[in-house]
């Protein structure tokens, strides 16, 4: 066997690699972040200068300089962190503010004491390894009861954090979703029913079931109607695409003869584009006649067929519009049919552009059947994909697999940097390659299951994510790489206690958890900032892929959608991973702070002035919180197994006492917010006359709590502590210490929805009516995107021999819309180039407030 002091000593040097391979990338990232960043808007200022995003929703831009930007960011306050963007971006920069400083608490609260311990203990340890659990002896331990109540304080302190954060989270989503930029909107007044009963599937009964509804949309199976839109949408993309590139030939062949000759199209290209009708094996036709032909076809039968929107067969899904929020609310929560599994489940808050449609058609009894394959398919992924991961499990443990199996010694042959980059970044690598497919297949399992939009999926594929990350990174990597360490004493038959040797080897697995920290922290930093893949299209590949006014219009405007049910489970996982060592390997603490501390500081900027909010209405945030449970239970338990193992029973009793208690806190919190997560309360929502403070026909504060039942409370007196007590209510300066404490100890006094409308949430953002929808737009809203769907436009650019201008003539007769504004191609003296505007293109429209 090798000595367990050169295990150790490659472990620090694993880190130590890490540390410098990492650290590299991103300070390389940085640099180049820190040198294009105020060179290339486009790219890291996209929504202050994309012609998609309302003047009255653009962030504010940050201060110039090569560091003052980085002070402006980090200042920012929670009030326009909120504003610029919306609740889901919001609460996942609290998730991780909120770790970070969780994290930090812990150097000064459990290194002193913890660390002082084990490294003074005389259990044999090296290096990091003596500053773990394992390093405690049998004579010594006695020590095991300061990590017992240490657990309590430190585990106790996050049972408190999560009580917050749930109480901050239902007073700031409900403030948010009963303001009056929210609480009219059509979304918040519209309630999807699934599973509704034949008999029940029409408007009049339906519009009788509820009082104050305004419409009523059955769902049709437009199935044909879909399939034509679809099939004439792609043929008028491959026309786009035909007639762009004869234009760019046609030009280039012009500017190669000198700018002179014929003013003919047709004698500059003398082949025009084909494709064929079917995959490789169909019949080539010219893209343009063949559009000419086809699409006049196409638009008839589709005409025809929108019109017919009440002879399509009802489907067993209904959107119902109210008169107002409190109503739709009211009807979202009520019991509706007495048969079981009928007309529920019920949903509010669904705009109709992120709806997906294709599981309006699916009856009671095959969601339910969909919906256990699903949860059958999904534990199977879970279940089998162990195998390639504790494959990677037994990679990190090198020197063991070298010890069981001679053979394997060559590698102890490499190079030190090139032997720490395979023991210590080769299976993370590995481990995330096998992470990249899991969201698509989780994704298609949640359309399966019945998600009624895209909110939905991203919800459903959040908890399955997380349970598959924490099998399989945690659970199945640590027993891989603990079994690792006992194996060659098993396969030997060494006499040596397995359990303690288990005691010893189960917290040094944090040092393989130290080194994917870090490469969590620093490498998605650098290349998050520097926006590495959007840098590569934009300046090594856009020639080659932006070729017509469509694609390189999009890449200057448009904005990237953040998929939270992949971007919260990983940085849960890693916040429970930081909650399961914090008392047995406390060092890992460290590392959390700063993967958690970067992490904020990367979403924070990219979710401002990068990505584009989402409508998930804050949900993600409170199953987050909840999954840290998960954690908490886990470090318990790992704690009361490591004292069963050295045969201590009075540390076993009184970890099992925090393990009662913090069951017991996560009953009593599941009672108290569960009924709050998702739906808005009555007290909030049944005042639907009376203007909230911030709007144009505010009451002054004694109108508005009295209408509202509620004690008043000034604007002076409503300090909140967001900002670790930095904060106030009328922004002046920081209150004392005392002051922030009593407001941290006790939130249910501050942490109020009519509190946080006066400071958090009075913004214009919030305070301000959205422009209503017309009453044909109402009409309509909820109907399937297929009945108001008039073809895409074939944009052209507009060239100075008029070429385009005359392709566009030659669509237009066929009664294909095309059209040249807004996009031209320049000529310069060697080559031309295409030119976009940002607005007034007739590819984009203002979306609808819905």
Not at 180 to 196: E, G, L, M, Q
Not at 341 to 348: A, G, S, V
Not at 490 to 508: F, R, T
């Amino acid at each position: 066997m090798a000595d367990d002091s050169q295990v150790e000593t490659s472990s620090g040097a694993a880190i130590v690699t890490a540390i410098i391979f990492n650290g590299a990338i991103a300070l390389a990232c940085m640099a180049v972040f820190l040198y294009l960043r105020p060179r290339n808007r486009r790219i890291y200022d996209k929504r202050i200068v994309s012609s998609q995003v309302p003047e009255n929703r653009k962030p504010r831009a940050l201060q110039k300089g090569v560091f003052a930007w980085f002070t402006d960011l980090v200042t920012r306050p929670d009030k326009e962190i909120l504003a610029e963007t919306g609740l889901d971006g919001y609460f996942f920069l609290r998730y991780l503010r909120m770790m970070f400083f969780y994290a930090l608490a812990g150097l000064p609260l459990l290194w002193p004491v913890l660390m002082s311990l084990t490294a003074t203990s005389h259990g044999g340890l090296t290096g990091l390894n003596k500053l773990q659990f394992g390093n405690i002896s049998p004579s010594q331990r006695n020590r095991y009861y300061a990590h017992v109540f240490f657990s309590w304080l430190y585990f106790g302190l996050l049972i408190f954090m999560i009580y917050r954060e749930l109480l901050l989270y239902t007073a700031v989503r409900a403030a948010a979703l009963t303001c009056p930029a929210y609480r009219t909107r059509i979304s918040s007044r519209t309630i999807f029913i699934a599973s509704v009963p034949k008999h029940q599937l029409n408007e009049a009964y339906l519009a009788q079931l509820f009082p104050g509804v305004e419409h009523v949309f059955v769902g049709r199976d437009v199935k044909d109607l879909e399939d034509l839109v679809k099939q004439r949408s792609k043929l008028l993309g491959k026309v786009e695409g035909a007639a762009n590139k004869v234009l760019k030939k046609a030009i280039k062949a012009r500017m190669k003869a000198g700018g002179a000759g014929s003013d003919n199209l047709d004698d500059y290209v003398k082949k025009w584009p084909t494709h064929r009708l079917k995959f490789l094996i169909g019949e080539k036709v010219e893209t343009l006649e063949y559009a000419k032909k086809e699409i006049p076809e196409l638009n008839s039968k589709i005409t025809s067929s929108q019109k017919s929107v009440d002879s399509k067969e009802p489907l067993s899904a209904a959107f119902i519009t109210f008169q107002t929020q409190s109503q739709a609310e009211a009807a979202s929560q009520v019991l509706s049919s007495s048969e079981p599994l009928r007309m529920t489940p019920k949903f509010i808050g669904l705009t109709p552009d992120e709806v997906y449609w294709p599981n309006l058609r699916v009856p009671w009894w095959k969601r339910m059947l969909q919906a256990t394959g699903a949860a059958w398919s999904a534990t199977c992924l879970i279940v089998f994909w162990a195998i390639p991961v504790a494959f990677v499990g037994f990679i990190s443990q090198i020197d063991q697999l070298i010890a069981l199996f001679p053979w394997m010694s060559f590698l102890k042959k490499l190079p030190s940097v090139l032997y720490g980059l395979v023991s210590s970044l080769l299976p993370i690598i590995l481990l995330a390659v096998l992470m990249m497919l899991l969201p698509i297949i989780i994704r298609m399992l949640a359309k399966r299951a019945g998600a009624p939009s895209n909110t939905h999926v991203e919800y459903y594929t959040q908890k399955v994510y997380f349970i598959f990350q924490l099998v399989q990174v945690f659970f199945v990597t640590t027993v891989a790489s603990s079994a690792m360490a006992v194996l060659p004493v098993l396969v030997h038959g060494d006499s040596v206690d397995v359990l303690e040797m288990l005691q010893n080897k189960v917290p040094a697995a944090s040092n393989f958890y130290i080194s994917y920290f870090l490469l969590q922290a620093l490498v998605p930093f650098g290349m998050g900032m520097l926006q590495i893949v959007a840098v590569l299209l934009y300046y090594a590949f856009s020639k080659f892929l932006d070729g017509t006014p469509r694609k390189k219009w999009n890449r200057q405007n448009g904005l990237s959608s953040v998929g939270w049910g992949t971007e919260f489970p990983p940085y849960t996982l890693l916040a429970c991973i930081t909650i399961i060592y914090s008392i047995i390997a406390p060092f890992l603490l460290l590392f959390a702070a700063l993967l958690f501390g970067l992490a904020y500081v990367l979403y924070l900027h990219n979710l401002t002035f990068i990505s584009k909010p989402s409508n998930g209405r804050g949900i993600f945030y409170a199953r987050a919180i909840k999954q840290l449970f998960a954690g908490l239970y886990t470090a318990e338990l790992c704690l009361v197994a490591l004292f069963v193992f050295s045969k201590r029973w009075a540390p076993v009793v009184l970890e099992a006492v925090m393990v009662l208690v913090t069951i017991y806190a996560q009953m009593k919190l599941g009672e108290a917010f569960n009924p709050m997560l998702l739906n808005l309360p009555r007290t909030l929502t049944y005042v639907e006359d009376v203007p909230l403070l911030g709007s144009d026909e505010a009451l002054d504060d004694d109108d508005l709590n009295h209408a509202k039942g509620h004690k008043r409370v000034s604007s002076e007196d409503a300090l909140i502590d967001l900002e670790a007590g930095t904060s106030t209510a009328n922004g002046s300066e920081s209150r004392s210490f005392k002051d922030r404490i009593c407001n941290f100890l006790m939130p249910h006094k501050t942490l109020t929805p009519h509190v946080l409308r006066q400071t958090l949430l009075s913004d214009p953002v919030w305070t301000t009516r959205p422009t209503p929808l017309t009453a044909e737009e109402e009409r309509v809203a909820y109907l399937n995107p297929a009945f108001g769907d008039d073809g895409d436009v074939v944009w052209l650019p507009s060239d100075p021999y008029g070429w385009a201008e005359q392709l566009a003539a030659q669509l237009q007769a066929a009664g294909i819309k095309a059209h040249t504004d807004g996009a031209r191609v320049d000529l310069g003296e060697k080559k031309a180039a295409l030119e976009v505007g940002d607005a007034n293109v007739p590819i984009y429209s203002p979306e609808a407030d819905y």
